[in-house]
């Protein structure tokens, strides 16, 4: 018998983001009768709070501080080392208009406090003692303590962390902020600050639940795909999803009913009678016939099926509904004896792990939708198909995985521990020794129970890839043996658990690292561990995002000091930690200015992450199972490894990365002097290979031995050698040159262009100076008007050049630049012919956009946008 319910799901849930207010907390004290927390009583000494935030971020928001990412700012704010606990301890303070009827009860949750907390509601303690972690989550059955008029008071007083550390430059500061069970980068690290309050905040989420009887609390889902599949099938073998939700009854006796799913046009129910408290049913399992299987970006689309599920009571009046996005595929790992690593496989495929590493969105935990897509897409535009979070910050939050699951990123979540301050090895710079770090946090058993608790909140998205104990160390021998052995078998049985992130059974031998820039070669002949946790280097903005957190005074480019015999960078580079170009941009020409001196960064920028995913792609699957770049981004205004900086803008790492991991791919061996075609595909791939070398003379005339073309069948998941150019490029490369390489095939969306610069024979670039002004017809349409979807046409005469040209979008009025904006080319270089770029940005109101041209050779140009596109350029 199905049971239909009388009316629709009765879950009312809504977030509490707006109209709080906070104090301190030493600042309330002085009220003793603390007749502040009666509903709609004034709140003497008060200002707005912002919530999800931190209490750093209310002071900003009220004026009260500086802006702690431009300048030396952060320096001018009281670090609560020296200025004691109480300078950041805060009520916050919401009124509630929540009236119930019937057995209805109302739930407050709270997704995130940092650190320590007391909950009341109209003056009502609601906790049952001291909430405590940053990560663990919170739910409060407040029923009893709401007003019968509707009129309620929350009140939530937050502490910071009990061991704040002292930041004395080391990483993680003194390592005390790791007896917590918190995020350690806030004591300063090598790529940021100190942060002054530690993060100390109600930092995520808070929401208030209504549900009648029963209240589904979680849903654990979990999904089998048997055999090899491929993502070209249109009709796939089944698949199997298993559904396992976990119900609360806060009634003192039993409930009957109903409990069932829907999924795709399918509907299981089954009866269950729940005794008080929590209750884990095993549904029936569904069988999908025909599934559209997610696939990682690259080896598929990422379809996302509704899974709704309900609880019914027994006289067919609903109860509580909770809704699901679920993504249907299997990821299992191997060990390769022959590069003697882990290898990852995803619905039975194997798959070359192309990853980055990632701290955390905004180092005053600023987090919203918008950004969390926004930043996750510009990793799938960068063609990699994981993302490792770090674990000296945070467990990622929901909205960081729904954008995972919508553009196709595994994630490496690693959990709370850091080598840097967990005891990984000698530091003079820590408080305790290295023994005592190891037993760090001083709780253990807070940490597990957050860590069971964020396994639970994460454990159903399909981008959520491996588990890591910490970064570089695993955590300690009781917490890691009841993680490893009962939490993670137990709550999420399904995913490979790495102690650390350089563990021995993630890959053995070799290095990590480098951290600094390395020259192009590098990465071609230098073997470092066969999966890689870490390799990366440096990544600077240009000048107008330098321009967004330094003073003109400070924006002079580093020189070369022959006294001293090194280089040195301006005090303020250093302090948002310069990582040091060296002589690579000295190649090109000496900078008179920070202007040029971010242009020319921009060269290195590109060449370099472009060459590191080439090279370490040549050897893919004989030395290496996959790699992971660090890092992506900074959280804080940092001048070391982005390829995007807080404020979201771009730089050519990142467009350097995309071309270099692009799943089909050609690509120059500067060791072998020899063509490369790397295939991650399921399929072979039948491409005609195009290549051409030219040299550019004072006068803009080319000289070029023309372009060859060739057929070549290239195997899936392989990268092969196609054609030696060696003769070629020793004859043209002694005055420098243009490499030229190209790419077709029947999909054509796969088709490509590389081009490369190469050096003279004394290693310089110096020969691009001499490059003529190129001539270029540029036209801008909005294909779809109003939705914020642009292509720009460029013309060239055939033996023109426009060297590295860079494309943002601005505004008419003010030419501040629009972000975000995602562009499926950039820092281009265009020899001759056409060339079309698809441009996509969110449309703002009272904007009007233009598209700014900032080339090599081609100086700045503004291009305005025409509504209506020429029928010869429609597709």
């Not at 990412?69 to 200025?83: A, C, K, L, Q, V």
């Not at 460029?794 to 030419?815: E, Q, R």
Request: net charge negative; proline share 6%.
């Amino acid at each position: 018998m199905l049971v239909t319910p009388t009316t629709h799901g009765q879950q009312i849930e809504h977030e509490l983001s707006s109209g709080w207010q906070c104090l301190r907390a030493d600042v309330a004290a002085k009220s003793k009768d603390r007749k502040w927390m009666a509903p709609g009583a004034p709140i003497p000494g008060s200002m707005p709070a912002i919530v999800p935030g931190t209490v750093l971020t209310t002071l900003l928001h009220n004026g009260k501080v500086p802006d702690p990412f431009f300048g030396f700012n952060i320096t001018r704010i009281p670090d609560i080392y020296e200025s004691g606990r109480a300078m950041y301890t805060y009520w916050f303070v919401k009124d509630l208009e929540e009236k119930v009827s019937g057995n209805e009860h109302v739930f407050l949750r709270l997704r995130g406090v940092n650190y320590a907390c007391e909950v009341y509601l109209n003056g009502h303690r609601v906790d049952e003692g001291r909430v405590e972690g940053m990560y663990l989550r919170h739910s409060f059955d407040i029923t009893k303590f709401l007003s019968k008029n509707g009129r309620d008071r929350l009140a939530i007083l937050v502490e910071p962390p009990y061991h704040v550390g002292r930041p004395n430059g080391g990483q993680g500061g003194d390592g005390t902020i790791a007896r917590n069970v918190t995020n350690q980068y806030v004591a300063g690290w090598d790529w940021i600050q100190p942060i002054p309050d530690r993060n100390t905040g109600i930092w995520d989420k808070v929401m208030i639940e209504k549900v009648k009887g029963t209240d589904i609390e979680d849903v654990h889902i979990i999904t089998h795909v048997v055999g090899r599949r491929s993502a070209t099938d249109t009709a796939q073998a089944p698949a199997t999803i298993d559904i396992h939700p976990t119900l609360y009854n806060p009634a003192a006796t039993a409930i009957s009913g109903f409990l069932s799913y829907h999924i795709d046009g399918t509907t299981m129910q089954m009866p269950v009678s729940l005794p008080p408290g929590r209750s884990t049913i095993v549904m029936p399992s569904c069988t999908m016939k025909h599934p559209r299987l997610w696939w990682p970006n690259g080896m598929g689309g990422q379809p996302l099926y509704g899974l709704n599920v309900q609880f019914i009571n027994a006289n067919g009046t609903p109860g509580d509904e909770e809704r699901y996005r679920v993504g249907i595929r299997e990821i299992t790992t191997s060990w390769n004896t022959h590069t003697q690593s882990r290898e990852i496989y995803v619905n039975g495929q194997r798959m070359f792990v192309k990853g980055t590493n990632r701290i955390l969105s905004d180092a005053m935990l600023r987090f919203s939708p918008d950004r969390y897509d926004a930043e996750v897409r510009y990793h799938r535009d960068m063609n990699v198909n994981m993302i490792r979070v770090w674990g000296g910050g945070i467990t990622e939050r929901p909205e960081f995985y729904n954008a995972c699951d919508r553009y196709g990123l595994l994630v490496f979540q690693d959990l709370w521990a850091s080598g840097d301050c967990n005891g990984r090895w000698y530091d003079p710079t820590k408080k305790d020794d290295t023994v005592t770090r190891r037993t760090y946090p001083d709780d253990h058993s807070l940490w597990l129970a957050s860590a069971a608790d964020q396994i639970v909140m994460l454990r159903n998205h399909p981008s959520l890839a491996l588990w890591c104990g910490g970064n570089e160390i695993r955590p300690p021998a009781d917490i890691l043996s009841t993680l490893r052995d009962s939490l993670l078998p137990a709550l999420d049985g399904g995913r490979y658990f790495f102690e650390y992130s350089n563990h021995d059974s993630m890959s053995l031998h070799a290095h990590d690292g480098p951290y600094t820039i390395q020259p192009d070669t590098y990465f071609w002949q230098h073997r470092s561990w066969a999966f890689n946790s870490e390799v990366g280097s440096i990544g600077m903005g240009d000048i107008t995002s330098l321009r967004r957190f330094m003073p003109e005074e400070h924006l002079v480019p580093p020189h070369y000091d022959a006294d001293k015999k090194k280089w040195v960078a301006d005090t303020m580079w250093k302090f948002h930690k310069y990582c040091s170009y060296d002589s690579a941009i000295e190649a090109y020409g000496h900078p008179d200015d920070a202007a040029q001196f971010a242009r020319l960064a921009q060269l290195v920028n590109y060449n370099q992450y472009r060459a590191l995913m080439e090279g370490i792609r040549s050897h893919m699957w004989d030395w290496y199972t996959g790699v992971m770049v660090w890092k992506t981004q900074n959280p804080w205004t940092a001048l070391v490894g982005q390829m995007y900086d807080v404020y979201l803008d771009p730089n050519a790492c990142l467009f350097g990365m995309r071309i270099g991991a692009r799943p089909l791919h050609i690509m120059y061996d500067p060791i072998g002097r020899r063509i490369m075609v790397a295939n991650d595909g399921h399929t072979d791939q039948m491409v005609t290979m195009s290549w051409g070398l030219s040299r550019g003379a004072k006068l803009g005339q080319e000289a070029s031995i023309g372009r060859q073309d060739m057929v070549l069948v290239v195997p899936a998941d392989t990268c092969v050698p196609a054609l030696s150019i060696a003769a070629e490029v020793a004859e043209y490369e002694r005055s420098g040159a243009f490499l030229s390489l190209g790419l077709k095939c029947a999909d054509s969306t796969q088709d490509e262009e590389n081009t490369y610069w190469l050096p003279d024979s004394r290693g310089s670039y110096r020969w691009l100076q001499d490059l003529m002004p190129a001539a270029m017809l540029m036209h801008v349409y909005a294909w779809t008007p109003g939705k914020g979807i642009l292509e720009l046409t460029i013309d060239m005469d055939p033996g023109g050049i426009a060297f590295f040209t860079h494309i943002s979008l601005v505004d008419k009025k003010t030419k501040k630049r629009i972000l975000p904006v995602f562009c499926d080319d950039n820092y281009f270089t265009m020899i001759g012919g056409r060339k079309t770029i698809k441009v996509a940005y969110t449309s703002q109101e009272g904007i009007e956009p233009v598209i700014c041209i900032d080339g090599f050779n081609t100086g700045k140009r503004y291009v305005e946008i025409q509504n209506e596109v020429p029928k010869e350029l429609r597709k």
